[in-house]
């Protein structure tokens, strides 16, 4: 329940509730002054109908108004801000928790949530409950006492039966708030999933926006997101409607107020049980009933779109983690990188087919292990199983004799240094990205990982070199460039254990030639895990395990593979030939 987003806006409020008290005694005090402004009005009314004012109570009258106004809007202007600070504090301390909880979930959630969708949550919906916290907590604090300073300004100095005949039509805002209330929010809950859909598809059009140009389908792009846009729109639309409605509702109440205001009003003055500026005094003052009202209402509507908001984001904050820590979890300090691997079966979470089926392995200290087969053979989610990106089930997968279950994830993956298949980057500099594999990494350190992998020469070619920007993904370089600069990250890190998940796919063969010599100089004494499809990167392995439809098809040196006359030594053959061809 710690993540339940209302507990963290009543334990931030708890935290805040100093400043928060004094922000609203501001908004409080100020709506006190406020009131006195048809007072004076309706005094300086009487004593210009009798013929009593001077012009030295003219200046009187007048610096007594511009004194309620000034003061007005300092103190309520200060409220405001204080109230600001506060809730961009707390947009701050939401998003930052949202994040951090992302970080915390396993990759299999990230095959049914879109990334537009959750920036979506990040953006618009933590925005919503902000606005509402602070925003609407300064209006609708506002709005309540200016209403309650009002009436009993109205009830103590001028007319209790005017006050109550004139408000008898403003009774009925509160139910008509409570009765479409529900309906803005389901409308403003079906606004905020079109917007989340229109990010998602933002975020795939621009991140595939090459495919999309050298496949001339800018049309099918645009269709696509024009047909969205126009949900949306139809979706704002029916809120708008509902919305205006409901605003409309109250000044329609306020204008029967004024009528009764007048006609009653009007009687009590021609009477004289009421004085003339008496009068103008309440016309002003049931303005100022009105308006709270409609403030009242304007705040409803946006705490019925943060409340929706807000139930978006409690679905996100509340989802568990799959791969947690055990209760007991081990300490692993100083990783020697034995790997045994003893499965009888995995499946995905989401299916219940098995992907891996008998794998038994065992890996010593300082070895090299080859992986290889066709594609879906079930390689890659092999080597997810050790570092628990996959969850392997309990005694199947162990890293120095002990079940990776069972030690600290922290510790586990800090054990591990892994790079990708698509050698992701970050939209940072060369550098930054390089030191990304190690905690307060030295200049020195990155520029000899780089020459490690092969890819300084290339740095050194770019406008700034190291301190290139390399754009969205690592854009603006060429796939072996990723690979290379992710490799590069990797050796950085070392780890007792290294994992290269066809890390090599998009390096020619003479630069391959060169890593994988410069990997076996570099990782003497430590256990490397190499994932390929060209054979040449795990010839020289200690062993070799050739997958096939999850299972392990025939396994053994290169040598020993060569003479078996079965996949890998057909493999060997294609792609021989291939090579003295090329």
Do not use: C
Request: charged residues 20%; glycine residues 8%.
């Amino acid at each position: 329940m710690l993540n339940d987003p209302r507990l963290i806006l009543q334990n931030f409020i708890w935290r805040k509730k100093w400043a928060y008290l004094l922000s609203l005694l501001f908004i409080i005090i100020s709506e006190i002054v406020t009131v006195q402004f048809p007072n004076l009005i309706g005094k300086f009314t009487d004593s210009l109908s009798r013929g009593q004012l001077t012009m030295e109570g003219v200046l009187h009258y007048a610096w007594l108004l511009a004194l309620v106004g000034v003061t007005y809007v300092i103190l309520y202007g200060l409220g405001q801000f204080r109230n600001g600070q506060i809730g961009r504090q707390f947009e701050y301390e939401l998003r930052k928790r949202l994040f951090l909880h992302w970080e915390t979930l396993h990759t299999g959630y990230y095959r049914k949530r879109s990334i537009g969708d959750l920036l979506n949550h990040a953006m618009n919906d933590v925005r919503a409950v902000r606005e509402a916290m602070s925003g609407g907590l300064n209006i609708l604090t506002n709005a309540i006492f200016l209403l309650i300073t009002t009436l009993w300004m109205t009830f103590s100095t001028i007319s209790v039966t005017l006050t109550l005949a004139s408000i008898i039509p403003l009774i009925f805002v509160p139910f008509f708030i409570v009765w479409w209330g529900p309906r803005i929010r389901f409308a403003s809950r079906k606004v905020q999933e079109s917007l989340s859909s229109m990010a998602d598809l933002s975020e795939e059009s621009l991140a595939s926006i090459r495919l999309i140009k050298t496949t001339g389908n800018e049309s099918v792009e645009v269709g696509r997101f024009t047909s969205t846009v126009d949900t949306i729109v139809d979706r704002q639309m029916d809120m708008f409607k509902r919305s205006a409605l409901f605003q409309s509702f109250i000044p329609l109440m306020g204008s029967l107020s004024f009528a009764i205001a007048l006609i009653y009003g009007g009687y009590l003055t021609v009477i004289h049980q009421i004085q003339l500026g008496m009068f103008v005094a309440f016309t002003l003052y049931l303005t100022m009933i009105i308006t709270p009202l409609q403030q009242i209402g304007f705040v409803i509507n946006n705490f019925q779109r943060a409340s929706a908001s807000m139930a978006r984001l409690r679905t996100l904050l509340m989802e568990q983690p799959e791969i947690v820590d055990a209760k007991n979890a081990q300490t692993l300090r100083h990783a020697s990188g034995e790997v045994e691997i003893d499965l009888n079966a995995f499946s995905y979470p989401d299916s219940s087919e098995p992907v891996l089926k008998q794998i038994h392995i065992h890996l010593q200290a300082g070895q090299t292990l080859g992986i290889v087969g066709r594609t879906g053979a079930g390689k890659t989610t092999l080597v997810n199983l050790l570092p628990r990106i996959f969850d392997p089930p309990d005694g199947s997968v162990f890293l120095d004799g002990v079940d990776v279950k069972a030690i600290k994830l922290t510790d586990l993956r800090s054990a591990i240094a892994y790079v990708p298949q698509d050698g992701f980057l970050f939209s940072a500099k060369v550098a930054e990205n390089i030191g990304f594999g190690k905690k307060d990494p030295q200049f020195e350190e990155i520029e000899t990982t780089s020459k490690d992998a092969h890819i300084y020469d290339d740095i050194m070619g770019f406008s700034k070199q190291f301190e290139t920007e390399i754009g969205e993904r690592g854009i603006a370089l060429s796939g072996g460039q990723k690979q290379r600069t992710a490799m590069a990250r990797a050796f950085i890190k070392d780890a007792a254990v290294l994992i290269l998940d066809d890390s090599l796919s998009a390096v020619d063969m003479v630069t391959e030639k060169k890593i994988i010599e410069r990997i076996r100089e570099l990782r003497a004494g430590k256990t490397t895990i190499i994932v390929a499809h060209r054979l040449s990167a795990v010839r020289h392995a200690d062993h070799i395990v050739v997958l096939d439809k999850g299972q392990i098809h025939e396994q053994g040196t290169h040598a020993t593979l060569l003479k078996n006359n079965g996949i890998y030594s057909d493999i060997w053959r294609l792609q021989s030939e291939g090579e003295e061809l090329s």
